[in-house]
């Protein structure tokens, strides 16, 4: 006579992200399978009153940077320059970036610190890194970033985007230093803030989707690997060659992509562009000499003013965090 989990056992599943039932139980209103297909929905922090925090700021001459600490001496925030931010102009300009999002028919949602504690948040890309079938949480070595996890983590289950593994330990991972180029292959920038235990946990995560990481280790003057390098195209880099290895833009050659040279004498963090779809980029207005490069090569570019925002340490790339792709 069988014995209830035996009958149970009939309806068995084989537990796999190719399982329809994953599917089913998640929906289809995620994952991001590579770094070029069009975007349908993503994330970002409209600039807001976290930043009314940088006037306890003080100019520090050594960082040439205003560095906000906190009563126990931490960092809590920096803003590159003497001057306070200009947050009127930072919501113009981030504003103006959503509106070219949404434009291209594209979700838009805004994630955000009711506490308004947090004072980075307006670079949405490090939170989490995704996947094809959902997010994998990072974990910041800096102090100021610790509060994005949680109100990530709560962020992506409030949309219904499955965590499907975490950072944790003494490893330590941020989004900006990932790049999913296809259902095969990711990319990491090993630097200050991706340490080696990060990397060899990121590493076991993408394993059980069948996902091969390559590892590239970034200079000293370099936090992510999105400063250096994004794909553009199905078969086009945009990559900082004065910077990245040899052997990875090889690598990058003998897979069929051609290179197209961010110009060293454009601002910093030109190349922190967003790709909207194959060919089509949504790009820094400063970056003139770059632009050039990309419609010589057949890229679609959109610019936006983000002078303000880069201030504060980062551009589009990392200000936006993709929840979903098609597939290319």
């Known amino acids: 006579m069988a014995t209830l989990q035996m009958y149970m056992n009939e309806s068995k599943i084989e537990n796999t992200f190719e399982s ?102 307006t670079f949405a890309r490090d939170f989490a890194e995704m996947t094809p079938n959902g997010a994998i949480l990072s974990r910041y070595a800096m ?43 990711a990319i990491v920038g090993r630097s200050v803030r991706i340490n080696d235990e990060g990397i060899e946990q990121m590493r076991q995560l993408l394993a059980l989707q069948g996902i091969e990481l390559i590892v590239i280790d970034m200079p000293a003057f370099y936090i992510h690997l999105d400063e250096t390098f994004i794909p553009v195209d199905k078969d086009k880099i945009l990559c900082s060659t004065f910077i ?49 490069n990309l419609e010589a090569a057949g890229v679609e570019v959109i610019p936006v003013d983000i002078s303000e925002i880069n201030k504060l340490g980062g551009g589009i790339h990392c200000s936006t965090i993709e929840l979903k792709r098609d597939e290319v």
């Open 143 to 185: 102090y100021f970033h610790q509060g994005e996890t949680v109100l990530g983590q709560k962020f992506l289950a409030d949309h219904g985007v499955p965590i499907i593994g975490a950072i944790q330990g003494k490893g330590t991972m941020e989004g900006g230093s990932f790049c999913l180029l296809d259902r095969k292959t």
């Open 20 to 121: 329809p039932v994953y599917r089913e139980v998640w929906g289809d209103d995620f994952g991001v399978p590579n770094a070029i297909g069009k975007i349908k929905k993503i994330a970002v922090h409209r600039p807001g009153k976290e930043l009314e925090w940088m006037k306890q700021a003080k100019y520090e001459e050594e960082a040439g940077s205003l560095i906000l600490k906190d009563e126990k001496g931490r960092i809590r925030s920096y803003w590159k320059g003497d001057t306070f931010p200009d947050i009127g102009l930072m919501q113009e300009q981030h504003d103006a970036m959503t509106k070219v999002l949404r434009d291209e028919g594209i979700e838009v949602i805004n994630w955000d610190d009711p506490k308004h504690y947090w004072t980075n948040m």
């Open 244 to 292: 990245l290895p040899f052997w990875f833009l090889k690598l990058m050659q003998d897979r069929g992509c051609k290179i197209i040279e961010t110009d060293r004498d454009d601002p910093f963090l030109t190349n922190n562009c967003l790709t909207l779809e194959p060919g089509k980029v949504l790009f820094s207005a400063k970056g003139v000499r770059t632009i050039k």
